[in-house]
């Protein structure tokens, strides 16, 4: 249910009926829009508690909630949600760049990257400290080591850093470093992981499931945000399909379409998404043209050797030449760029 408030309601009454909500045993999510404040009451729900919220201070109405997820749903928040985290700005008219390998190899790889992608205008580096490899025998990520790596890459540039959790017992060594968590697309759908950084206050990247639908996604999302942290960002980065002309399929419609159903900001990942880097470029400008707030791309100063994913990895030239073209079609359609 959604509690609105009045237009002119008072600091004291959002606070009383935040109280009145919890209260009758639900969880409160105060949204603060640029009209109205709304109150999400989350949870099981008795037949009087809408009549009963709805004769509050201050009340304007209290509508049910059509969308199995909640907070994510547009039916709570109508504005969109801007995550900013250090230079990094994504959604609401901006569109953030994450640069990075796919692994943190060494101490001069990530660094050299770092000050790579940021000259050309990322503002955040990824890099995968601990990987999920499909073979155990495949380079797994340095681990603790990644993470300092990351760290004193970040030190030297300023960038935010994006690296991926794989497991409830490392959210806290990994949040130390980073600045947003990223829930790997084999992840999502790991609950007591997603309730995990839920209780941190790291912005978190969650990636879609190379099987999951739309509504799996979004339901994820809503372990995270019903742990109250609202720093979310949803990333599409290609389903397993039939198909085999490419790694996983990108299907770009999500992107309108997630920006119909939630207020959360929406990345996307081309380069898992194709798998080959001579895709990447395109669908990178085609992402920004379909309205992602966000791209999440695999850069390398010597792809041929990379660790992992050098096949769909961009060199640094590469990655330069597509973030021009990315820009224009920002401006184009009246959005900051970077
Ligand atoms: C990654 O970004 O390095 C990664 C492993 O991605 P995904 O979880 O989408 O496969
Ligand atoms: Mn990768």
Do not use: W
Not at 225 to 236: F, I, P, S
């Amino acid at each position: 249910m959604i509690v609105v408030m009045e237009k002119g309601a008072s600091q004291e009454q959002v606070q009383h009926m935040v109280e009145r909500v919890e209260g009758l045993g639900l969880k409160a999510h105060v949204i603060v829009g640029t009209e109205r404040t709304v109150i999400a009451a989350i949870g099981v729900k008795r037949e009087e508690t809408r009549q009963s919220l709805e004769s509050g201070p201050g009340v304007a109405e209290v509508v049910p909630i059509l969308a199995p997820y909640k907070v994510a749903s547009r039916e709570v928040k109508k504005d969109p949600t801007q995550i900013v985290v250090g230079g990094l700005h994504v959604g609401a008219g901006a569109v953030g760049v994450i640069a990075g390998p796919c692994s943190v190899e060494s101490e001069e790889q990530i660094v050299q990257t770092a000050r790579a992608v940021k000259a050309a205008g990322a503002s955040a580096l990824r890099g995968g400290a601990f990987k999920p490899r499909t073979s155990p025998y495949s380079f797994q990520g340095l681990k603790e080591q990644g993470l300092k790596f990351l760290a004193s890459a970040r030190e030297e540039t300023g960038l935010a850093i994006v690296t991926e959790v794989m497991s409830t017992e490392d959210v806290e060594l990994v949040a130390k470093y980073a600045d947003v968590l990223q829930i790997g697309a084999r992840n999502m759908q790991n609950y007591r992981l997603l309730e995990a950084v839920g209780h941190t206050r790291n912005a978190v990247l969650l990636k879609r499931g190379p099987s999951a639908t739309m509504e799996e996604l979004l339901l994820a999302a809503e372990y995270i945000l019903n742990e109250g942290n609202t720093q979310v960002m949803l990333c599409e980065r290609g389903i397993r399909t039939f198909e085999n002309h490419t790694r996983f399929t990108l299907p770009l419609a999500s992107v309108p379409y997630l920006h119909h159903k939630t207020h959360l900001p929406v990345v996307v990942d081309p380069s898992h998404g194709t798998g080959h880097t001579y895709l990447v470029p395109d669908m990178a400008v085609a992402s920004v043209a379909a309205g992602a707030d966000g791209l999440i791309l695999e850069v390398h100063p010597d792809p041929e050797k990379a660790m992992s994913d050098g096949y769909q990895s961009l060199s640094i030239p590469q990655f330069e030449a597509t973030m021009l073209r990315c820009r224009k079609i920002a401006e184009a359609i009246g959005k900051q760029f970077g």
